[in-house]
């Protein structure tokens, strides 16, 4: 899958980073990636604007492990319809 417009700045990662080295101190060498909460997937399923993706809100640094863990727990879309509403305000009907 493409995720092109869907992709984070590399300002976005690295607030994510730093919000996560603040929030986990003594760990400055762990392996992060920059988690979408909201998939990218759903989002162009059920049309939310890209920017609405790559913002902030929907950014969190994982460590590497974690981040796999919850792709291979993906959340269902109704879980996801959630998140989109709370994380992003999305107010439109998404089902």
């Known amino acids: 899958m493409t995720r092109?417009?869907?992709?984070?700045s590399d300002r976005t990662k690295e607030?994510?980073?730093r919000k996560w080295h603040a929030e986990n101190p003594g760990n400055e060498d762990?392996?992060?990636?920059?988690d979408h909460l909201v998939a990218v997937?759903?989002?162009?399923?059920?049309?939310i604007p890209h920017q609405q993706i790559t913002?902030?809100?929907n950014a969190k640094a994982l460590r590497q492990k974690e981040h796999k863990a919850k792709h291979?727990?993906?959340?269902?879309?109704?879980e996801y319809k959630t998140l989109a509403q709370g994380l992003l305000g999305i107010i439109k009907r998404l089902f």
């Open 15 to 17: 607030a994510a980073r």
């Open 4 to 8: 092109g417009k869907y992709e984070f």
């Open 72 to 78: 291979r727990n993906e959340p269902t879309e109704e």
């Open 41 to 47: 997937w759903f989002a162009k399923k059920h049309g």
């Open 55 to 57: 913002s902030g809100a």
């Open 30 to 34: 762990a392996n992060l990636e920059v």
